[in-house]
């Protein structure tokens, strides 16, 4: 970090008094300040003066140029994009693309981006974005999207290609056959019998494993299952088949794990199926 003008000048005048050939020249009093002993119209005292502005006006310089030129790597860009304010226009200061927010009141308003990951492929870079709509992960609108297209072109290093997936959740289908303690949770529906309100812990701790997962994590079906089975009443989960599916295209397998293709997934009510039975495992 820069240093300011009063701690270099600071610096300059400690070590000048505290020489010895200087000590006798002047004749100084030890345990005195330079400004005790030096007016402040001294020609030493506007030397150093002029010294510390230009030192730190050099540092405030190289400061600036070393963030402007920070390396381009995958958590630097994702910062950057977290860092984008929607309606705002980049201007250049000091040697980059940056936002002038003086005088910007609902400046945190404007950063729409809530979840970003960045990719690197053989055909650039891939951004993945979506913005959080009161607890729920959404893509930005078209004109947004817009908008931050031509923010990366500014932010990004000139010549890199890049794509911005900005998509609605990846859909995941499931089936399950889930055994549980049939004194706890009811048979039909897959209700908490003891709770006062609506309870369904198998389906509750679907959502919280869902909204668990980092952006862009994998969905890993083991980990699923024991987010499942550590639900109140449940004794046995198991996975008939869990597939997911991107925009358009159908359904598949997800195998073992499977990295969400819009960065982030969703379970609709029609899309699982929940098959509840009793336990009768347990010892007697």
């Known amino acids: 970090m820069a240093r300011s003008t009063t701690d270099i000048k600071l610096s300059i005048t400690t070590a000048y008094i505290s020489n010895e050939t200087v000590i006798a020249m002047y004749g100084l009093v030890p345990g005195q300040t330079f400004e005790q002993q030096f007016s402040v119209v001294s020609i030493e005292n506007i030397i150093f003066s002029i010294i510390a502005f230009i030192l730190s006006f050099h540092e405030k310089i190289v400061e600036t140029n070393a963030n402007n030129t920070r390396p381009q790597n995958q958590q630097n860009l994702k910062q950057t994009m977290l860092d984008y304010h929607d309606g705002l226009d980049l ?5 980059g693309w940056q936002y002038d927010l003086t005088g910007v009141a609902d400046a945190e308003e404007r950063k729409i981006i809530d979840r970003c990951a960045v990719l690197e492929s053989d055909e650039g870079l891939v951004f993945k974005v979506a913005t959080d709509n009161a607890g729920n992960l959404e893509p930005v609108t078209p004109a947004q999207q817009i908008r931050i297209e031509a923010y990366i072109i500014k932010k990004k290093m000139p010549g890199v290609p890049f794509s911005l997936i900005n998509q609605t959740a990846d859909l995941i289908k499931a089936n399950l056959t889930v055994y549980v303690n049939p004194l706890v949770i009811d048979l039909p529906t897959g209700k908490l019998l003891s709770a006062t309100t609506d309870v369904y812990p198998v389906k509750d701790a679907i959502q919280l494993y869902l909204a668990n997962l980092e952006f862009d994590g994998a969905f890993v079906k083991d980990f699923f299952r024991t987010t499942l089975k550590e639900a109140e009443g449940i004794e046995l989960v198991v996975i008939n088949s869990i597939q997911s599916k991107f925009a358009g295209f159908p359904f598949i397998d997800t195998g073992e794990w499977r990295i969400p293709d819009a960065g982030y997934f969703k ?18």
């Open 91 to 95: 201007v250049w200061i000091n040697g």
């Open 267 to 284: 379970l609709l009510d029609e899309n699982l199926t929940i098959t509840y039975l009793p336990y009768a495992l347990a010892s007697n």
